[in-house]
């Protein structure tokens, strides 16, 4: 069944999307009960590396990046921001307005934190940094250069947050298993000044290649952007916020015709790939989470900047004579008059004058830390309302190339595949190597599979990219 027979008709249609979606898998039986079936033979061949993430797993993270939830309104994000009685002060990219979910609107609250502290601090003053990714080390170098004592609490075991680059020998240059791109480059310095530090970045445009299941190259219409468009303009005029599903239910943007054009193609299935390939990776949420008064319309093409060198470059300095105490988890803050005290994981206790608190928003919604006293009603409730989407990647390295495009971007419409977008790097570093994304319920759902399964997968969205020379004698499934 297509997936657009989900989508049309009413917001019921949309919602049974997420929730079908978001169904764990049926428990197996043992093998010794009943045996694998035979791998069926693949046209695609097995790649030589695999790397895949599951962000939304990840107890230190909880997810990808914050999104524009139904309720939520930016102001909440500038409540979060808010220092507690000059003695708290929380940062990270869901408490960005300008740029939410992005490398430069982490970084930049980094900075906005380190001066809201300097304004009431005085030098010298010990000041503990929650989170070593690009915020809490942000904030940690203008601290430290401005004379105060600073140590940065992390609780991974390796610095960089949701920037996890991975240099491995068995990969022809780094890999970026969180961010990898430098978000409309026009609005920001960051992609110059990566260039400065010696990281490389390329150009990266929208623009896709598309394919059917069946591996025909389709042009892509603005059926699907023009009803969400018209979806998002109803719902602004509404006296509430409603979610951008139920505004394509109710303005009527989401009856489409199913019937297939010559191309097997329907206008319900370009609505489908709107949905997949632009709301859902901008957001990693369902359309039945998003805000219909704020998730912004499609961005911009040929804005965005690819990073080719290593996103960890940034960290390189910023770290030079500061303390960093690793794999140490803070499970509670209290902070008053006299200063805040943190205590971690393992028992031990932390005294500073005052605390940056970076954690993710996912890992503020588990509440797995202790505030004393609580956050104010402002934060709590700007936490409680904010979403955090989920977005995953699959690295994989082949041999040679058995796909028959230069296209750096693919995208596929019609049809169930998991993978729907996909990044062809030989443009870009001349290697065999593509990356596939997946996000919102389907990264939640594959989230729960093992390796094998995942990486089956994403075999199988690459079907419709094998060269027709490639498909005469497919090769085993991987096991």
């Known amino acids: 069944?297509?997936?657009?027979?989900?989508?049309?008709?009413?917001?019921?249609?949309?919602?049974?999307?997420?929730?079908?979606?978001?169904?764990?898998?049926?428990?197996?039986?043992?093998?010794?009960?009943?045996?694998?079936?035979?791998?069926?033979?693949?046209?695609?061949?097995?790649?030589?590396?695999?790397?895949?993430?599951?962000?939304?797993?990840?107890?230190?993270?909880?997810?990808?990046?914050?999104?524009?939830?139904?309720?939520?309104?930016?102001?909440?994000?500038?409540?979060?921001?808010?220092?507690?009685?000059?003695?708290?002060?929380?940062?990270?990219?869901?408490?960005?307005?300008?740029?939410?979910?992005?490398?430069?609107?982490?970084?930049?609250?980094?900075?906005?934190?380190?001066?809201?502290?300097?304004?009431?601090?005085?030098?010298?003053?010990?000041?503990?940094?929650?989170?070593?990714?690009?915020?809490?080390?942000?904030?940690?170098?203008?601290?430290?250069d401005a004379g105060f004592d600073v140590v940065v609490v992390e609780a991974r075991d390796r610095i960089?947050?949701?920037?996890?680059?991975?240099?491995?020998?068995?990969?022809?240059?780094?890999?970026?298993?969180?961010?990898?791109?430098?978000?409309?480059?026009?609005?920001?310095?960051?992609?110059?000044?990566?260039?400065?530090?010696?990281?490389?970045?390329?150009?990266?445009?929208?623009?896709?290649?598309?394919?059917?299941?069946?591996?025909?190259?389709?042009?892509?219409?603005?059926?699907g952007a023009q009803a969400v468009n018209a979806a998002l303009a109803w719902a602004a005029d509404q006296p509430a916020d409603v979610s951008v599903a139920r505004a394509l239910a109710d303005s009527g943007?989401?009856?489409?015709?199913?019937?297939?054009?010559?191309?097997?193609?329907?206008?319900?299935?370009?609505?489908?790939?709107?949905?997949?390939?632009?709301?859902?990776?901008?957001?990693?949420?369902?359309?039945?989470?998003?805000?219909?008064?704020?998730?912004?319309a499609a961005p911009g093409l040929d804005e965005d900047r690819l990073v080719l060198g290593g996103f960890n470059g940034l960290f390189d300095a910023l770290l030079e004579g500061i303390d960093l105490l690793g794999s140490s988890v803070v499970t509670r803050i209290a902070y008053g008059e006299s200063g805040a005290s943190l205590r971690l994981g393992n028992g031990e206790s932390l005294g500073a004058d005052r605390v940056i608190v970076t954690v993710p928003l996912g890992v503020l919604k588990t509440k797995v830390m202790e505030f004393d006293p609580p956050l104010p009603f402002a934060h709590r409730g700007a936490i409680a309302a904010l979403g955090m989407g989920t977005l995953d990647k699959i690295w994989l390295q082949f041999a040679e190339p058995f796909w028959d495009t230069d296209a750096p971007l693919w995208t596929t419409v019609g049809g169930d595949d998991d993978f729907r977008v996909w990044i062809n790097m030989v443009p870009f570093t001349g290697e065999p190597v593509l990356v596939g994304l997946v996000a919102a319920e389907t990264a939640l759902r594959l989230a729960e599979v093992g390796d094998d399964e995942f990486l089956a997968a994403a075999l199988a969205s690459l079907v419709p990219f094998v060269s027709p020379m490639d498909t005469a004698t497919p090769t085993p499934a991987p096991k």
């Open 1 to 144: 069944m297509k997936r657009r027979t989900f989508l049309i008709g009413s917001v019921s249609g949309l919602s049974l999307v997420a929730l079908t979606a978001c169904v764990p898998p049926s428990p197996r039986p043992p093998a010794s009960v009943s045996p694998s079936p035979t791998p069926t033979p693949s046209l695609v061949p097995k790649p030589e590396n695999v790397r895949r993430t599951s962000w939304s797993a990840d107890p230190f993270a909880r997810g990808s990046f914050s999104f524009p939830a139904v309720g939520a309104t930016p102001e909440q994000r500038e409540a979060l921001a808010t220092p507690v009685d000059g003695r708290l002060f929380l940062a990270g990219e869901a408490t960005s307005i300008d740029a939410p979910g992005t490398v430069q609107g982490a970084r930049a609250s980094g900075m906005r934190a380190a001066r809201d502290v300097q304004a009431v601090a005085t030098a010298g003053e010990r000041i503990a940094v929650i989170g070593a990714g690009i915020a809490g080390l942000t904030a940690a170098r203008a601290l430290k």
């Open 160 to 223: 960089g947050g949701r920037i996890d680059t991975v240099t491995d020998k068995k990969w022809p240059f780094p890999i970026e298993l969180g961010a990898s791109v430098v978000r409309a480059s026009g609005t920001t310095t960051l992609d110059e000044e990566l260039i400065g530090l010696g990281v490389i970045t390329a150009p990266f445009s929208r623009t896709s290649e598309t394919r059917t299941s069946d591996g025909l190259v389709v042009p892509v219409p603005d059926t």
């Open 253 to 296: 943007a989401s009856k489409l015709s199913t019937t297939d054009a010559d191309t097997g193609v329907s206008d319900a299935d370009w609505l489908d790939y709107e949905i997949t390939t632009v709301l859902a990776l901008n957001s990693g949420a369902a359309v039945d989470d998003q805000s219909g008064w704020y998730t912004p």
